[in-house]
């Protein structure tokens, strides 16, 4: 798929897919592999009830995704404005983002969404997992950078540690712990998306 055909075939998505959901106005955005495979377990197992997005630079990810609103980054993430604010300028009374902020694309993009959100008085969840000890110290420096540069733009962030993830999980497989990474952070979403209905 050329890049003009795809972006044609997201606001198609885009459009088609938020008719159909409810009107709860919950948004949850996955960015990067880790947000993508996290809101992608969300979306398998309690997608009718909240709004999924997924947001990569990665296209085959995004193509091989069955999230229902994909937006593929390109090198400029500012390139992606409008598609953003499409998205929340419909109904959108809260936008969880969740993102592993040790990846190059998580890093950057989360930067973004979260001041498109500012602008537009967005309440804001950031859910951001920290990478392993073994991925390296400058992974870890960038994710508490991250960390302490968020906690004054967003309303609410929960940090999940995958050290502690694999600590208490990982032993027999990594797959299983990140799975329990996911339901946790679902039952969280969830519980909180429950205040929406009316
Ligand atoms: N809990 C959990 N952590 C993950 C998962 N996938 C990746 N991670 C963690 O998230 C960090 C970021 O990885 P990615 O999300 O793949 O990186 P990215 O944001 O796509 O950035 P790139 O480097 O551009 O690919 C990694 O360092 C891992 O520690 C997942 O499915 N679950
Ligand atoms: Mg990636």
Request: charged content about 25%; aromatic content about 10%.
């Amino acid at each position: 798929m050329n890049n003009l055909f795809k972006k044609l075939f997201i606001r198609f998505r885009l459009q088609k897919e938020i008719v159909h959901h409810n009107d709860l106005g919950v948004k949850v955005i996955g960015i990067g592999g880790c947000g993508g495979n996290i809101v992608g377990y969300l979306y398998s197992k309690y997608g009718d009830n909240v709004d999924c997005i997924y947001c990569d630079r990665d296209a085959e990810a995004i193509d091989n995704s069955l999230l229902p609103v994909k937006i593929l980054i390109n090198e400029n993430v500012e390139d992606s404005s409008d598609d953003i604010r499409s998205i929340f300028s419909q109904k959108t009374n809260v936008v969880f983002i969740v993102v592993g902020i040790g990846g190059r694309t998580g890093a950057t993009v989360v930067r973004f969404i979260v001041k498109i959100c500012r602008e537009l008085g967005i309440p804001t969840v950031l859910i951001a997992v920290t990478p392993f000890s073994f991925e390296g110290a400058r992974k870890e420096i960038n994710a508490f950078e991250i960390i302490k540069e968020m906690s004054s733009e967003v309303d609410f962030e929960m940090i999940y540690s995958n050290n502690y993830l694999f600590s208490k999980y990982g032993k027999s497989s990594i797959t299983g712990a990140f799975d329990m990474c996911s339901e946790s952070i679902c039952k969280m979403v969830m519980n909180i998306s429950k205040l929406y209905y009316e």
